[in-house]
């Protein structure tokens, strides 16, 4: 163990005392440069381990600029390996989002959220799972699966998921309370305690945390191990967690589910404070397991050649607007963590920042490169291999965002995001409502230029633009 690593496994030890083999990759048309000179073989292929948290907004952990909440493996994660300073959701819902960090499709492309079909079986043989398991890999997936798939567990050779959204508390066989986050650590340590060095690994990890216990007044229900962190904290409230910014809404986004969720979370200032260190609690209670998976691994004599990619399905309002939850489209609700761990590459590349965008469509076909494997025509994203091996390509200047679940208090909305400009509409109202921020200006999106005389040109633009990005969405190719 490096003394890096070994500082930081004390580190946290202390913490928690206190609380088809080698194809062409797609983007370059070869092996991703950390792989060249390697055997075409077992030996070439590294394993990987997909971290995902659900409800996980891009702020919410030490290396992304919070000064509060206690995520020091993650951290650690990240000054190891690749942050992406600007990764994004191409639609905020669980179901929807999961489906495109699967298949690497935007949501019209893959058409699966609450209340449609299920993803086909054709579909699903394209998803990275599916196609690792074909090349020789051994699968695993544990935690919510949160995509609607006949059969889901056929597609692994170990699975530990469940339906839904799953519930935090149970019981060990002595009838003593266990957290559920605590039970997926075990299991993916019984899942690595299976793994073989002469026959690569993929284990999905999908936590249910940070996200809320629906249903449940207590709504984030942490690790009682956790009960004291943050006691002492003061939470910041947003800058925009005004009753000013929510009668700025339009009347239409005034009556949603968003401002019900608020209601119940964020009304007065003490619930802000309990809800968001409830939240921070959740999100601790996942780096520790985090943690002792990377333990588990060095022990193992399988962390140096195992790939650990973190992020989220989409991410949260926290008051914000006079919101909670998530759907539409401000930072809050589309910006992710995403860290990418490598350690085959130099360290000089892994321990790095990158700006340009990364989308959740480009993770199955950066895991597909990474492995080696050819990556399905079919798939949208773009493999981020050359921005982790600190190539300057050329990449999108923009993204689209959609968000198309049927629900009466959740309106349906879509947009382009670029690296200024921010364009929404919510295209069933009548009239249409729309909104333009310049992100430059106004990081905060308290501005709606939409109406303003002097950005109707941008406005046109930005409409245009969207519905170009929205037929490209629609069919195959990149994006």
């Not at 699966?112 to 890999?137: D, H, I, N, V």
């Not at 050329?394 to 959609?402: G, H, P, S, T």
Request: charged fraction near 30%; charge should be positive; include cysteine.
């Amino acid at each position: 163990m490096s003394d890096s690593r070994s500082r930081g496994a004390m580190d946290r030890r202390g913490f928690i005392r206190g609380a088809g083999l080698a194809g062409a990759a797609a983007v370059a048309g070869r092996l991703p440069r950390c792989l060249a000179g390697a055997a075409a073989g077992k030996s070439a292929r590294p394993n990987f381990l997909i971290l995902l948290t659900d409800d996980q907004r891009a702020d919410t952990l030490g290396c992304m600029g919070n000064r509060i909440i206690k995520t020091p493996n993650l951290d650690e994660l990240g000054s190891q390996g690749v942050i992406f300073n600007n990764a994004f959701v191409t639609t905020s819902i669980c179901m929807a989002s999961r489906t495109s960090i699967l298949t690497g499709q935007y949501e019209r492309r893959h058409g699966c959220t609450f209340g449609t079909p299920p993803l086909t079986e054709k579909a699903m043989a394209q998803t990275y799972p599916a196609l690792l398991r074909r090349a020789g890999y051994r699968t695993g997936f544990i935690g919510k699966f949160g995509v609607s798939v006949r059969n889901p567990r056929q597609y692994f050779d170990v699975w530990e998921g469940f339906g839904g959204q799953g519930k935090y508390e149970h019981k060990d066989e002595q009838g003593r309370p266990k957290h559920l986050t605590r039970i997926m650590g075990e299991q993916a340590e019984s899942f690595l305690n299976g793994c073989r060095r002469d026959r690569p690994f993929c284990l999905s990890i999908s936590f249910k945390a940070p996200h809320c216990q629906d249903g449940d007044p207590r709504q984030f229900i942490y690790d009682p191990a956790y009960k004291d962190l943050y006691k002492d904290a003061e939470i910041p409230v947003p800058k925009t967690a005004t009753e000013a910014h929510f009668q700025k809404l339009p009347k239409f986004l005034q009556a949603t589910e968003g401002r019900k969720r608020w209601e119940m979370r964020f009304a007065t200032p003490a619930m802000f404070q309990e809800s968001v260190k409830s939240y921070y609690r959740l999100v601790t209670g996942v780096d520790v397991v985090v943690g002792r998976i990377r333990e588990r691994l060095e022990k193992l004599g399988l962390a140096e050649n195992t790939v650990i990619v973190f992020t989220s399905d989409n991410g949260f309002y926290l008051g914000e607007r006079g919101l909670a939850g998530k759907w539409y489209a401000h930072e809050e609700s589309i910006r992710v963590p995403l860290i990418v761990y490598d350690p085959r590459m130099p360290a000089s590349k892994r321990r790095r920042r990158v700006d340009p965008v990364a989308l959740n469509i480009d993770l199955a076909p950066t895991i597909l490169s990474i492995a080696g494997l050819g990556v399905p025509r079919g798939m949208q994203g773009r493999s981020l291999v050359p921005l982790l091996e600190g190539d300057r390509p050329a990449w999108r200047k923009d993204f689209f965002y959609e968000h198309l679940f049927e629900r009466n208090n959740i309106p349906k909305s879509e947009g382009v995001r670029t690296d200024r400009w921010k364009y929404i509409r919510y295209f069933e109202q009548r009239p249409v409502y729309e909104e333009l921020y310049d992100m430059q200006s106004d990081p905060l999106e308290e501005r709606n230029l939409a109406t303003d005389a002097a950005h109707r040109g941008k406005l046109g633009e930005m409409r245009k633009r969207c519905d170009e990005l929205r037929e490209m969405a629609k069919g195959g190719g990149g994006l």
